[in-house]
């Protein structure tokens, strides 16, 4: 697989130095020079999820990495359900949250986790990142026990729930965590000190796993596939796909999915409101305004980095822009759609609703649709247990974290102290 530059079309690469490189020059995000379209979709939608995502990502990757291995990391990484679940009689919900850190992040985290592990050619690669929250969980589970890979996640001491710390920070053996005795930025600018010193980033094999990086997305057209089949065996038109928006990953991966000859019949990027591609879908400015708070907080993104990649394959398809509907919601939107779903007898939370409610706004009388699970409610429990005036029960993979042990290291926000700790533990 070759894939180019966007910023800089003349950087070519290959997936195996995509993967490990995350980003191009000057930041700029990996783009397939290709996009290869399947012959027979029936014949795969008829497979399960399983044997056709070999079939789907071995028409990226086979020629490059050998059929052979495309299974193998496909077999390592799928290994949890993806019901399409009815929410009323023109909504389904595609749960992607039964996977072990209970978000869709684990469909994209785990295959990035076994590409790394099987393409690493030095001796060990340590992943740097920082998390607000979700990451950390996603991304340590996904690498926990693999053996030539370290992790080392960062957060903000006291500034995440305790629930989402002990789920990456209780694993130990090579997930190292850190909290830090100060805020979110302050992790970032230590991962970006880090990726700056020599030392570090050479001495220790840095990658910083992020959601830019291809392997990811790759994974992510998966899911679309097994979407369309469970809508298709019991419907006979293509489904209208809504896909709550933050960074633009999600939809990029659907995208992929259409080019590929996918039936589906329209996208609906649905944002809170920090809605700058709602705006530009509508009037063609782009103009982020100032990052708002919302109660769907994994989606309060004002300039969302995986733009480029959804304008890149709208060109390449010919196909036009404004046929991507965006839609954005207000926080009483929300909180009303939210309510309108658990009457509907489906419980939800605040971005699964957000695009619910985008179909709803936007589907034809004879229309379906499907719209994104991406996370377990219990994951938003505070919001959804306010809105809904309801108790959730903790989910199993909750429950079992919450009596462990906390194995982070406490750091003052210095570079001098991650550096020294860094080289000790894993040098
Ligand atoms: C629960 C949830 N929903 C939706 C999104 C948005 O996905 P994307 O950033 O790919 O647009 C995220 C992103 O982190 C998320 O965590």
């Given at each position: 697989?070759?894939?180019y530059?966007?910023?800089?079309?003349?950087?070519?690469?290959?997936?195996?130095?995509?993967?490990?490189?995350?980003?191009?020059?000057?930041?700029?995000?990996?783009?397939?020079?290709v996009?290869?379209?399947?012959?027979?979709?029936?014949?795969?939608?008829?497979?399960?999820?399983?044997?056709?995502?070999?079939?789907?990502?071995?028409?990226?990757?086979?020629?490059?990495?050998?059929?052979?291995?495309?299974?193998?990391?496909?077999?390592?990484?799928?290994?949890?359900?993806?019901?399409?679940?009815?929410?009323?009689?023109?909504?389904?919900?595609?749960?992607?949250?039964?996977?072990?850190?209970?978000?869709?992040?684990?469909?994209?985290?785990?295959?990035?986790?076994?590409?790394?592990?099987?393409?690493?050619?030095?001796?060990k690669i340590?992943?740097?990142?920082?998390?607000?929250?979700?990451?950390?969980?996603?991304?340590?589970?996904?690498?926990?026990g693999?053996?030539?890979?370290?992790?080392?996640?960062?957060?903000p001491?006291?500034?995440?729930?305790?629930?989402?710390?002990?789920?990456?920070?209780t694993?130990?053996?090579?997930?190292?965590?850190?909290?830090?005795?100060?805020?979110?930025?302050?992790?970032?600018?230590?991962?970006?000190?880090?990726?700056?010193?020599?030392?570090?980033?050479?001495?220790?094999?840095?990658?910083?796993?992020?959601?830019?990086?291809?392997?990811?997305?790759?994974?992510?057209?998966?899911?679309y596939?097994?979407a369309?089949?469970?809508?298709?065996?019991?419907?006979?038109?293509?489904?209208?796909?809504?896909?709550?928006?933050?960074?633009?990953?999600?939809?990029?991966?659907?995208?992929?999915?259409?080019?590929?000859?996918?039936?589906?019949?329209?996208?609906?990027?649905?944002?809170?409101?920090?809605?700058?591609?709602?705006?530009?879908?509508?009037?063609?400015?782009?103009?982020p305004?100032?990052?708002?708070?919302?109660?769907?907080?994994?989606?309060?993104?004002?300039?969302?980095?995986?733009?480029?990649?959804?304008?890149?394959i709208?060109?390449?398809?010919?196909?036009?822009?404004?046929?991507?509907?965006?839609?954005?919601?207000?926080e009483?939107?929300?909180?009303?759609?939210?309510?309108?779903?658990?009457?509907?007898?489906?419980?939800?939370?605040?971005?699964?609703?957000?695009?619910?409610?985008?179909?709803?706004?936007?589907?034809?009388?004879?229309?379906?649709?499907?719209?994104?699970?991406?996370?377990?409610?219990?994951?938003?429990?505070?919001v959804?247990?306010?809105?809904?005036?309801?108790?959730?029960?903790?989910?199993?993979?909750?429950?079992?974290?919450?009596?462990?042990?906390?194995?982070?290291?406490?750091?003052?926000?210095?570079?001098?102290?991650?550096?020294?700790?860094?080289?000790?533990?894993?040098?």
């Open positions: 697989m070759e894939l530059n966007l910023k800089h079309p003349d950087q070519k690469v290959s997936f195996t130095e995509a993967v490990k490189l995350g980003l191009g020059r000057d930041r700029g995000l990996f783009f397939p020079t996009i290869p379209v399947l012959d027979d979709v029936e014949a795969l939608l008829a497979m399960p999820f399983v044997e056709r995502s070999k079939h789907v990502l071995g028409a990226w990757l086979a020629q490059e990495l050998g059929q052979e291995m495309v299974d193998s990391l496909v077999e390592k990484a799928f290994n949890f359900d993806l019901p399409l679940v009815k929410a009323d009689d023109k909504r389904y919900c595609l749960e992607l949250f039964h996977g072990p850190t209970l978000a869709f992040k684990d469909f994209g985290a785990r295959f990035m986790a076994q590409c790394l592990n099987s393409l690493a050619t030095e001796d340590t992943i740097l990142t920082a998390t607000s929250g979700d990451t950390g969980a996603a991304v340590a589970d996904a690498f926990y693999l053996d030539k890979i370290q992790v080392v996640v960062m957060y001491q006291g500034k995440i729930s305790l629930l989402q710390e002990k789920m990456f920070t694993l130990g053996e090579n997930i190292h965590t850190v909290a830090v005795e100060s805020d979110f930025d302050a992790c970032q600018d230590l991962v970006k000190a880090a990726f700056e010193d020599a030392d570090v980033r050479d001495g220790l094999h840095l990658n910083s796993a992020n959601s830019i990086n291809i392997s990811r997305l790759l994974a992510q057209i998966c899911y596939f097994e369309v089949a469970q809508f298709k065996r019991e419907h006979k038109g293509d489904p209208v796909i809504a896909v709550p928006s933050g960074n633009f990953g999600n939809l990029t991966a659907g995208l992929f999915a259409k080019a590929m000859g996918l039936p589906i019949k329209r996208f609906v990027a649905a944002t809170n409101s920090n809605d700058t591609v709602p705006r530009y879908l509508t009037d063609g400015q782009w103009q305004h100032k990052t708002v708070a919302t109660m769907s907080n994994a989606m309060d993104v004002a300039e969302p980095s995986n733009w480029p990649r959804v304008e890149a709208v060109e390449a398809m010919g196909w036009e822009l404004n046929a991507i509907t965006g839609v954005a919601l207000s009483a939107d929300t909180d009303k759609a939210l309510k309108q779903l658990q009457q509907g007898g489906y419980l939800s939370e605040p971005h699964a609703a957000i695009a619910a409610e985008a179909l709803s706004l936007t589907m034809n009388h004879d229309e379906q649709g499907i719209f994104l699970g991406t996370a377990h409610p219990a994951k938003f429990k505070d959804v247990e306010s809105v809904l005036g309801i108790e959730l029960p903790l989910p199993a993979e909750l429950q079992a974290v919450a009596d462990k042990p906390i194995l982070s290291v406490a750091m003052q926000p210095s570079f001098s102290a991650l550096k020294a700790h860094l080289l000790a533990t894993l040098g």
